[in-house]
């Protein structure tokens, strides 16, 4: 069971560079979640996906980009990497169902940009 | 827009002990979850409550709903070492389909 897998794990970047995180999901799940983990912040919404081709802004979606082409994927963009976002970032997925309501967790990427 | 506030936000206790992790939200929800974090890792789902006056419990660990006061608790008895982690209460609500975390509340037992 791969459930919500996230590459890569680890990145180190160069202000001004950029990149593509990548989310995949195997459970078939309409939602999908981009968050970052920072110290006392708890984890904060970046964007998130209600089903394939649609995108919403989160609580933080300044200096990101997101796309959901295919039902099972989430790419999180940084198009011009800057130190305020080295951060944890980790993904997440959910069935939105009657009951079935949680959301699972990849296990995260850790991205330090100097 | 929903705002959701934990306390305290660290928690150190000795094994054997009792406390409660309080979870606030500033809005209708109609759905709340916690979470368990451990150091370096991914989240752990462990209670998802969906009405007023939902309980569940599991091992050493008991989660109530309160939807009219907008408040949640996590209710740790007789706390052993294992239980260390962070915990994380999230509040949706089936309009925005956002999930919206509180700070966490890093708790430490102590032998």
């Known amino acids: 069971n791969a459930g919500v897998t996230q590459t890569p794990k680890f990145r180190v970047l160069k202000t001004g560079q950029s990149m593509t995180l990548l989310c995949a999901q195997d459970?078939?799940?309409?939602?999908m979640y981009w968050y970052r983990q920072d110290p006392g912040m708890g984890l904060r919404l970046i964007h998130y996906?209600?089903?394939?081709?649609?995108?919403a802004k989160g609580e933080v979606p300044e200096g990101y980009n997101v796309s959901r082409l295919k039902k099972q994927n989430f790419l999180l963009g940084l198009e011009s990497a800057a130190p305020s976002q080295t951060s944890v970032y980790f993904c997440?997925?959910?069935?939105?169902?009657?009951?079935?309501?949680?959301?699972?967790f990849g296990q995260g990427t850790r991205l330090t940009v100097v | 827009e929903l705002k959701v506030e934990q306390n305290p936000l660290f928690l150190s206790m000795q094994e054997g002990k009792n406390y409660t992790i309080y979870c606030n939200y500033s809005?209708?929800?109609?759905?709340l979850y916690w979470y368990r974090q451990d150091p370096g890792k991914s989240l752990e789902s462990l209670f998802v409550?969906?009405?007023?006056?939902a309980v569940k419990q599991e091992g050493r660990l008991m989660a109530s709903l309160d939807t009219k006061a907008r408040l949640s608790t996590l209710h740790i008895t007789a706390a052993v070492h294992d239980l260390s982690a962070t915990y994380f209460c999230?509040?949706?609500?089936?309009?925005?389909?956002?999930?919206?975390f509180g700070t966490g509340t890093r708790l430490k037992v102590l032998a």
């Open positions: 997440a997925s959910s069935p939105w169902g009657l009951t079935n309501t949680e959301a699972f």
């Open positions: 459970m078939n799940h309409e939602y």
């Open positions: 996906s209600v089903g394939e081709g649609t995108t």
């Open positions: 809005t209708t929800s109609d759905r």
């Open positions: 409550l969906l009405s007023n006056g």
């Open positions: 999230a509040v949706a609500n089936s309009g925005t389909y956002k999930y919206i």
